[in-house]
């Protein structure tokens, strides 16, 4: 009964992975739309709620259930080269994300 629930996490998790890598593109290609300074993931009880930070105000684009957070919170931190092992405090990473012919550094 364990192998047959482990798998079925698993092929879930492989199944949503290019929904989560989508899902936090369109989020940074929103944020250097938006010319935001950083984006920021807020985590709450039942929900997350996903912003950006423009000239120090935060302004809220998305709130999302609980469950996506950690993969979320994944894909962000290694598109950015930072430690996926350490959480609970805020972190700080730098990313290039090529947009046509332009690199932007945000």
Excluded: H, W
Aim: glycine share 2%.
């Amino acid at each position: 009964m364990e192998k047959s629930i482990a798998k079925s996490n698993v092929s879930y998790s492989i199944r949503k992975t290019p929904i989560v890598i989508n899902y936090v593109d369109a989020v940074i290609i929103r944020a250097i739309r938006a010319k935001a300074n950083a984006i920021c993931i807020e985590s709450f009880e039942e929900t997350v709620r996903i912003g950006f930070i423009k000239d120090r105000a935060f302004y809220e684009k998305q709130i999302l259930p609980k469950k996506v957070e950690k993969a979320i919170i994944s894909r962000l931190k290694l598109q950015s080269d930072i430690n996926i092992d350490k959480s609970g405090e805020p972190q700080y990473g730098f990313s290039q994300v090529r947009v046509s012919l332009l690199v932007l550094r945000c």
